[in-house]
């Protein structure tokens, strides 16, 4: 499609009967995009705004948001103007830079779920420790790391794959992610070990260290007080859920990327959807209403009328 052999134009064909939903796409999707980017945003200001949530665990849930902001702003944008063309294109350029911001920020938000585990464990298991051990230098570390890390591996990815030679210009999608490998003339070796390379880096090793942490903690809660117990249920299972949902929708994109071709395009598409519109608005909606101290400064903001107590 490219007339200049350095402009390569990717086709997305993905959407079903565009034609007759264009404007209920259009809509819906517009209207969830606010939504995500203003139900984050408060509990970030909120974060941002008032001291007492100035510590390790709501700065982890902050960068969190964030996350889920920028992932959105890289989906949503050129999704609502492919909905309102006739034909949904992409440059291959701006496709691989959409796939380094779909998967950096997705092992970004292993990783920091990651830290939000061990800064409960150390936060419950060894509480006298928690002020030396989780100071600001900590935690400027660990979020250095759950954006660097993921960025570079991708980075790695990308360059490679900038390079290699096309014969599809056709993706069974919407945008762009894993499948952008099937254009690929000649299946890589070594895109197969990055790939896997990523996957234990990104995925792997995270989910293992949060089992184990919080295994730790399953085990030294039930040997405590009630206290005790009850501050890990308040502080761990947001998190949990959050690690469910999101490892589901990760699951779900593999599925969609690997076997997208073996499924009705309705299906794929609907599969598809879940990745994006799901999860970035389950978020804001877990800390919000499962945290406590969140919850209180959220009923502040939207009821000053109504005291806490």
């Known amino acids: ?44 200001y909120l974060i941002w705004r008032h001291r007492n949530l100035h510590e390790p665990m709501y700065v982890f849930i902050a960068a969190l948001l964030v996350n889920s902001v920028v992932f959105s702003t890289a989906m949503y944008p050129k999704l609502l103007v492919d909905f309102l063309l006739e034909k949904q294109t992409i440059t291959y350029s701006a496709c691989l830079f959409q796939f380094f911001l779909f ?4 092992g970004s938000e292993f990783f920091l779920l990651a830290a939000m585990a061990y800064d409960r464990y150390v936060s419950i298991c060894k509480p006298l420790k928690y002020p030396t051990v989780m100071g600001r230098t900590t935690v400027g570390v ?31 999608g919407i945008f ?3 499948a952008i490998y099937s254009l690929h003339c000649v299946k890589s070796s070594i895109h197969s070990v990055i790939g896997v390379v990523c ?5 792997l090793l995270p989910l293992l260290f949060i089992l184990f942490t919080y295994t730790r903690i399953l085990i030294i809660s039930y040997c405590s007080s009630r206290e005790v117990r009850q501050k890990a249920a308040q502080t761990c299972l947001p998190h949990l859920l959050v690690l469910i949902s999101f490892s589901c929708l990760c699951s779900y994109d593999v599925v969609a990327a690997r076997l997208g071709s073996d499924f009705p395009k309705t299906v ?18 877990i800390y919000g209403v499962k945290m406590k101290e969140i919850s209180k400064h959220l009923r502040k903001l939207f009821c000053p009328g109504k005291v806490s107590r």
């Open 1 to 44: 499609m490219g007339g200049e052999p350095n402009v390569t134009y990717v086709t997305f064909n993905g959407l079903v009967e565009l034609h007759k939903y264009r404007y209920l796409y259009f809509v819906s999707m517009l209207t969830v995009y606010i939504l995500i980017i203003c139900c984050n945003s408060t509990i970030v």
């Open 103 to 106: 998967y950096s920020v997705g």
């Open 142 to 172: 660990l979020l250095g790391l759950a954006w660097f890390v993921p960025a570079l591996q991708l980075a790695v990815s990308v360059i490679l794959s900038s390079n290699r030679k096309l014969c599809k210009l056709t993706l069974n």
């Open 176 to 178: 762009c992610n894993n």
């Open 199 to 203: 996957l234990v880096n990104m995925v």
């Open 268 to 285: 794929r598409l609907v599969m598809t959807l879940q990745v994006i519109l799901y999860h970035p608005l389950f978020n804001p909606i």
